[in-house]
């Protein structure tokens, strides 16, 4: 399994990934937009930062880097980035279908993507994330699962993702809104041939946000890796925004917000991966500091105090604009 190169990776920043959701598109959720890209935000400009971001990340030893179909033209900045440098065979790529980027390359539009989890939709985005990205990509996701979603049930859909899997394509899926722990559930008994059809699981889990880990360590139980996305919670943990327990804690450490707060994912025992969804190169050095933070037990407590209710915390996920 080509995901399974991660395990072995030797680099200090092994378990940092960067996602490329911030730069892929020029609108997003994500606080402080305004702050890290400017007004100039060209298809030109966010290639040209994508790279840099890229270059920047495999020289501090990051080795996985997730886009999306919907995360605009993710693929198509990474793919060009692979392209021109081929001797770099020690990358892991992932990527995500089951929604369609429907902005236009704007920040206003009245929806920036559609969620469809149908055959016909992964049929049609496969194609297009292959054009692109070839032999290149090792992992595909189901974009946002729910327990209610029909990615679960389709049975003709699961017998095309186990072909896939069959041909040397990881499959895995993620996960968002207030029930993720029961999508998880749900998803690892999903089979084919008595086979389990998953092998990753990427899920929203963050200081704010913990609702998901019990299901998180099942998953990885049962041999799945996990993807922890959205680290940051869509910036409401960067210092600007970030709560004053996080921002206490963060200069007891000497460090950042943002550190600290990836610094408790990777305490986690089951984080396999943890997604940096950085802006800037220098975001991105920031990040890549959770590797040394260290937590002591009565910061943590503090830190614990942070936990929202999930249905409060994906309310107001979803009231963020995009920018």
Request: hydrophobic share 40%; net charge negative; charged share 20%.
């Amino acid at each position: 399994m080509p995901f399974a190169r991660l395990a072995t990776a030797t680099t200090p920043t092994c378990h940092i990934g960067l996602g490329l959701a911030a730069v892929g598109r020029p609108g997003y959720i994500n606080l402080g937009r305004e702050q890290d890209l400017g007004e100039n935000r060209s298809v030109e400009t966010l290639r040209t930062r994508t790279h840099e971001l890229l270059d920047a990340a495999y020289a501090q030893g990051v080795r996985y880097f997730d886009a999306a179909r919907s995360y605009g033209r993710s693929e198509e900045f990474l793919a060009d980035w692979l392209n021109a440098r081929p001797a770099f065979d020690d990358i892991v790529v992932g990527s995500k279908w089951g929604y369609t980027y429907t902005a236009d390359w704007t920040t206003d539009a009245e929806k920036h993507e559609v969620k469809d989890h149908s055959l016909q939709t992964y049929e049609r985005q496969r194609a297009e994330s292959d054009a692109l990205l070839g032999d290149r990509l090792d992992l595909y996701q189901i974009h946002s699962v729910t327990p209610d979603s029909p990615a679960l049930t389709d049975k003709d859909l699961h017998v095309r993702l186990a072909e896939a899997a069959a041909q040397g394509l990881t499959i895995g899926f993620s996960t968002s809104g207030p029930a993720q722990a029961a999508a998880i559930r749900a998803a690892l008994a999903v089979t084919v041939d008595g086979e389990p059809l998953f092998r990753t699981v990427q899920s929203t889990y963050n200081a704010l946000e913990t609702s998901a880990g019990p299901a998180l360590a099942e998953a990885h139980d049962a041999g799945l890796t996990v993807i922890v996305k959205e680290g940051m919670a869509n910036g409401r943990l960067a210092h600007s925004y970030a709560p004053d327990a996080l921002k206490a804690v963060a200069e007891e450490t000497e460090l950042g917000c943002d550190a600290v707060a990836l610094a408790l994912i990777l305490r986690q025992p089951w984080a396999g991966v943890v997604l940096s969804g950085a802006a800037t190169t220098v975001q991105l050095a920031s990040n890549l500091h959770a590797a040394v933070v260290d937590l002591d037990e009565e910061q943590l407590e503090r830190l614990a105090a942070l936990v929202e209710e999930p249905g409060a915390y994906w309310e107001r996920r979803g009231q963020l604009p995009w920018h």
